[in-house]
């Protein structure tokens, strides 16, 4: 079985995570990958540790653990776009590639010659990405933009955390990932078009506008109602009970998504009066309420440990279930199951290989491929440019005492 995106190549000049993001969802989906790095330093990320790979000696190697969830399936080429030697190889390799995916400042492609509408006409079937933290145009075009700033100014700090406690972001950089992965539906979207139509364009992708979006129902509880959201810690604005509630050895989560399951739950929980209390009725009722009804649950949740309510409550279809630390979730028989974890071939660590995060996608007829581990620096310099653009050793051995690769 072919990959979805096999044939199809992909001019990597992202770094840090969003574009990184979306290069590596392409690069699953079997689109090959040429990941450009400046010569000497490579992607940022490399260095964005500890922790390392450890190599045999058991010393660090220059593969951070940041770097390597985001860069399989890919080919790295240094290659300084800021010389103009640099720049036409550049754009000798966008001629044999059909998607360009780059993440710098507005403005910094064309001091490289490569914006979009200075390559656009001499390439009119490549579809170009541009992510940024602000987008191409507005105020706040030509501002630096990073995670941790789209999550405050884009709200959703602002509905996260305890009330008693400052604004809290979310604990992973989940505007840059949710940023590449908007920039991958755009990308397959603008390869249909192409297509059909034997035209590329122009993607312009905002780390703001991102976050703008998965502010989702709570966005929209304000623009239905006029009425600001507020942080209510694990609590939901709109359905009760939906929390963290405490047990005899911990915590669990309780997600009670309508009536009958409230209902199901009071009767286990040897409450089922609390079920016709006008107070706790209703969902509408139980979110009017819910300070005084989260005090009555967690007085009896905590007379059991966990393994009584979650085994208890999922043979009644309750929703429910613990709350993972990291290493309990990569034990987990159902992620592993998922093959959410997976092991690639990796020469420079100690133990010859890396644990890497698995795809989330299942397709049925063209499985992702994990195809090539994260690449160190450069390594496939030689490789892509012989391949591509038929370079002999000495042309090879000329640029790089140029420091152009």
Same mark, same amino acid.
């Given at each position: 079985?072919?990959?979805? @995106?096999?044939?199809?190549?992909?001019?990597?000049?992202?770094?840090?995570?969003?574009?990184?993001?979306?290069?590596?969802?392409?690069?699953?989906?079997?689109?090959?990958?040429?990941?450009?790095?400046?010569?000497?330093?490579?992607?940022?990320?490399?260095?964005? &540790?500890?922790?390392?790979?450890?190599?045999?000696?058991?010393?660090?190697?220059?593969?951070?653990?940041?770097?390597?969830?985001?860069?399989?399936?890919?080919?790295?080429?240094?290659?300084?776009?800021?010389?103009?030697?640099?720049?036409?190889?550049?754009?000798? @390799?966008?001629?044999?590639?059909?998607?360009?995916?780059?993440?710098?400042?507005?403005?910094?492609?064309?001091?490289?010659?490569?914006?979009?509408?200075?390559?656009?006409?001499?390439?009119?079937?490549?579809?170009?990405?541009?992510?940024?933290?602000?987008?191409?145009?507005?105020?706040?075009?030509?501002?630096? &933009?990073?995670?941790?700033?789209?999550?405050? #100014?884009?709200?959703? #700090?602002?509905?996260?955390?305890?009330?008693?406690?400052?604004?809290?972001?979310?604990?992973?950089?989940?505007?840059?990932?949710?940023?590449?992965?908007?920039?991958?539906?755009?990308?397959?979207?603008?390869?249909?078009?192409?297509?059909?139509?034997?035209?590329?364009?122009?993607?312009?992708?905002?780390?703001?506008?991102?976050?703008?979006?998965?502010?989702?129902?709570?966005?929209?509880?304000?623009?239905?109602?006029?009425?600001?959201?507020?942080?209510?810690?694990?609590?939901?604005?709109?359905?009760?009970?939906?929390?963290?509630?405490?047990?005899?050895?911990?915590?669990?989560? @309780?997600?009670? &998504?309508?009536?009958?399951?409230?209902?199901?739950? +009071?009767?286990?929980?040897?409450?089922?009066?609390?079920?016709?209390?006008?107070?706790?009725?209703?969902?509408?009722?139980?979110?009017?309420?819910?300070?005084?009804?989260?005090?009555?649950?967690?007085?009896?949740?905590?007379?059991?440990?966990?393994?009584?309510?979650?085994?208890?409550?999922?043979?009644?279809?309750?929703? +429910?279930?613990?709350?993972?630390?990291?290493?309990?979730?990569?034990?987990?028989?159902?992620?592993?199951?998922?093959?959410?974890?997976?092991?690639?071939?990796?020469?420079?660590?100690?133990? &010859?290989?890396?644990?890497?995060?698995?795809?989330?996608?299942?397709?049925?007829?063209?499985?992702?491929?994990?195809?090539?581990?994260?690449?160190? +620096?450069?390594?496939?310099?030689?490789?892509?440019?012989?391949?591509?653009?038929?370079?002999?050793?000495?042309?090879?051995?000329?640029?790089?005492?140029?420091?152009?690769?």
């Amino acid at each position: 079985m072919s990959a979805p @995106l096999q044939g199809i190549r992909v001019f990597d000049l992202s770094r840090i995570l969003a574009g990184p993001t979306a290069t590596q969802i392409l690069g699953d989906l079997g689109a090959d990958v040429i990941k450009i790095e400046r010569p000497g330093q490579g992607d940022d990320t490399r260095k964005w &540790g500890p922790p390392f790979v450890k190599d045999a000696e058991g010393k660090n190697t220059t593969e951070s653990g940041y770097y390597l969830s985001v860069n399989r399936n890919k080919r790295s080429v240094t290659l300084d776009i800021a010389q103009p030697e640099g720049q036409e190889i550049a754009k000798r @390799l966008i001629a044999k590639s059909d998607i360009f995916v780059e993440n710098f400042k507005v403005g910094d492609m064309a001091k490289y010659n490569l914006a979009y509408e200075q390559i656009k006409y001499d390439f009119p079937r490549l579809i170009y990405c541009s992510i940024t933290g602000f987008g191409q145009t507005g105020p706040y075009a030509h501002r630096a &933009g990073y995670d941790f700033l789209a999550q405050g #100014m884009g709200g959703i #700090m602002s509905v996260t955390g305890d009330p008693s406690t400052p604004p809290v972001k979310i604990g992973v950089a989940a505007t840059d990932i949710i940023t590449g992965i908007y920039a991958t539906t755009g990308i397959l979207a603008a390869l249909h078009h192409r297509t059909a139509s034997g035209r590329g364009q122009y993607i312009d992708m905002s780390l703001l506008d991102s976050q703008v979006s998965y502010l989702a129902n709570i966005g929209l509880h304000y623009l239905t109602s006029g009425e600001v959201p507020k942080r209510l810690g694990n609590e939901h604005p709109n359905i009760v009970p939906y929390s963290v509630v405490k047990c005899a050895d911990g915590f669990f989560i @309780l997600a009670v &998504g309508n009536d009958s399951q409230f209902e199901k739950f +009071c009767s286990f929980a040897g409450m089922p009066d609390w079920a016709k209390d006008p107070r706790f009725a209703t969902n509408p009722a139980r979110v009017q309420n819910r300070v005084v009804l989260y005090e009555m649950i967690n007085k009896v949740t905590v007379q059991h440990p966990q393994k009584h309510w979650i085994e208890g409550l999922e043979a009644l279809s309750v929703p +429910c279930g613990p709350v993972n630390n990291v290493d309990q979730v990569f034990a987990d028989p159902q992620v592993l199951h998922r093959n959410m974890k997976i092991s690639m071939p990796y020469p420079a660590a100690a133990s &010859g290989h890396v644990d890497l995060i698995g795809s989330p996608l299942k397709l049925s007829e063209t499985p992702v491929d994990y195809r090539l581990a994260p690449p160190t +620096c450069g390594q496939d310099t030689d490789t892509v440019l012989r391949e591509m653009l038929y370079l002999s050793d000495d042309d090879l051995r000329s640029l790089r005492e140029k420091n152009v690769i």
